[in-house]
Nanobody, 129 residues
Framework: QVQLVESGGGLVQAGGSLRLSCSVS?????????????MGWFRQAPGKEREMVAY????????QYLDSVKGRFTISKDDDKNTLHLQMSSLKPEGTGVYYC?????????????????WGEGTKVTVAS
């Protein structure tokens, strides 16, 4: 059974930093030639649709970010610990929402919500102005 558990959310003042972590069990996030293990962070603000914040490929560790977080957020993964991270700096109030970790068991590059098949329960981030 695949499980993803996020941690690290909380209340932070605008301009502050948080580091989110996602511990994965039941699935090896290390990429392989057979594909799979693309991972991402999505967020859902109150009353809005879930949007991709950042993703990382299963092989090569190629990353991509939502335009509004480029230069402030960094996605990374620790294959040995089967853990995904999101370092968030210079946080803004519009960064408030629930942040979800996700993994694709079949795709090494996954750019859309529908590409991912396992999700965590989310961790709430509130950025106070």
């Amino acid at each position: 059974q695949v499980q993803l558990v996020e941690s690290g959310g909380g209340l932070v003042q605008a301009g502050g930093s948080l580091r989110l972590s996602c511990s994965v069990s039941g699935l090896n996030i290390r990429g392989s030639a057979s594909g799979g293990s693309a991972m991402g962070w999505f967020r859902q603000a109150p009353g809005k649709e879930r949007e991709m914040v950042a993703y990382i490929t299963g092989i090569g560790g190629y990353t991509q970010y939502l335009d509004s977080v480029k230069g402030r957020f960094t996605i990374s993964k620790d294959d040995d610990k089967n853990t995904l991270h999101l370092q968030m700096s210079s946080l803004k109030p519009e960064g408030t929402g629930v942040y979800y970790c996700t993994v694709s068991s079949t795709m090494a590059l996954a750019t859309d919500l529908s590409d991912y098949d396992y999700w965590g329960e989310g961790t709430k981030v509130t950025v106070a102005s």
